[in-house]
């Protein structure tokens, strides 16, 4: 069933998601100094690839404050409204609810990346 969730997944607007990781990411990875941002932005690009399956935990300290308060003023707050608005589309069906929820989720994900850990859910 993940599969099948992330292959339709993709088609709903997750390539467009990742898609807009990998712009930040390239943008961030310029200059010695947003390297480490860039790759964060690689990492969360892999969520938008397939979210189904995966959670998110949020444990940070004062850096990942500061990172993300940064991260918040350049680039968080352009892709958390493009996934919301993406989530908002799609839970506008019923069959879309389940996509939409996704979207929830990485944007959230997108004002506050830093201190973040994707984990893959393993049902039993």
Request: net charge positive.
């Amino acid at each position: 069933m993940r599969l099948a969730g992330n292959l339709v997944w993709m088609i709903c607007g997750g390539l467009l998601s990742a898609l807009g990781w990998c712009i930040a990411g390239l943008l961030w990875s310029i200059t010695i100094v947003g390297l480490p941002v860039g790759m964060q932005c690689f990492k969360l690009a892999s969520i938008s690839l397939d979210p189904f399956g995966k959670e998110v935990t949020y444990e940070g300290g004062p850096v990942s404050f500061l990172l993300n308060v940064i991260w918040f003023l350049v680039s968080g707050l352009e892709l958390a409204l493009g996934n919301l608005l993406l989530g908002c589309i799609l839970c506008m069906t019923v069959v879309g609810i389940p996509f939409g929820m996704q979207f929830f989720k990485i944007a959230k994900l997108s004002l506050c990346p830093f201190g973040a850990e994707v984990r893959r859910v393993h049902f039993v």
